[in-house]
T-cell receptor
Framework: NAGVTQTPKFRILKIGQSMTLQCAQD?????MYWYRQDPGMGLKLIYY???????DKGEVPNGYNVSRSTTEDFPLRLELAAPSQTSVYFC??????????FGEGSRLTVL | KNQVEQSPQSLIILEGKNCTLQ??????????LRWYKQDTGRGPVSLTI?????NTKSNGRYTATLDADTKQSSLHITASQLSDSASYIC????????????FGPGTSLSVIP
């Protein structure tokens, strides 16, 4: 049982470049989330989804986009990378009201 | 404003010693409080969850307490081990949906031989 899988684990981008962080879960969870974690700060919610075809903004959505075409996959898109997006990104999933399961994280640096 | 504060920011203890981490929150309404352990370079892993009516919850050497009146929680670690070195995150939920979840900044614990 793989749980929540994120790729890539590390990535360096130049300002203005675009990329997609991939997230997949094999637990058949409807709820999925993207968080970012800056040094010394708590995790902040970027976007979340309550099921295939349904997404909504979290606390810090600017500069990001998401899609949810299947229950398993929830990719996060950065269109025009900025230095402020340098962070560690975590994808998570859970059954309604249940425990959050996190991926291993994707460390992104924008130079 | 909904906030979760944790103290201390960092802590160093000797292997075998006990320690207590603190969490204060202003999240309202309150649904539940969780403690997560995050190893360096890994995603957070749940340790305990407590609802409004629960005062204490244990998971092995980890014991969490909750005072919903004062909006305070603590995580007590007994007989620390080197593998306890990690960041411990207090997470407070204001509802059943996870867009109402507030993460604390974490306490970095280092256990040394």
């Amino acid at each position: 049982n793989a749980g929540v899988t994120q790729t890539p684990k590390f990535r360096i981008l130049k300002i203005g470049q675009s990329m997609t962080l991939q997230c997949a879960q094999d637990m058949n969870h409807n709820y999925m989330y993207w968080y970012r974690q800056d040094p010394g700060m708590g995790l902040k919610l970027i976007y979340y989804s309550v099921g295939a075809g349904i997404t909504d903004k979290g606390e810090v959505p600017n500069g990001y986009n998401v899609s949810r075409s299947t229950t398993e996959d929830f990719p996060l898109r950065l269109e025009l990378a900025a230095p402020s997006q340098t962070s560690v990104y975590f994808c998570a999933s859970n059954a309604p009201g249940g425990e959050l399961f996190f991926g291993e994280g994707s460390r992104l640096t924008v130079l | 404003k909904n906030q979760v504060e944790q103290s201390p920011q960092s802590l160093i203890i000797l292997e075998g010693k006990n320690c207590t981490l603190q969490c204060n929150y202003t999240v309202s309404p309150f649904s539940n409080l969780r403690w997560y352990k995050q190893d360096t370079g890994r995603g957070p892993v749940s340790l305990t969850i407590m609802t409004f009516s629960e005062n204490t919850k244990s998971n092995g050497r980890y014991t969490a307490t909750l005072d919903a009146d004062t909006k305070q929680s603590s995580l007590h670690i007994t007989a620390s081990q080197l593998s306890d070195s990690a960041s411990y995150i207090c997470v407070v939920s204001g509802g059943t949906s996870y867009d109402k979840v507030i993460f604390g900044p974490g306490t970095s614990l280092s256990v040394i031989p």
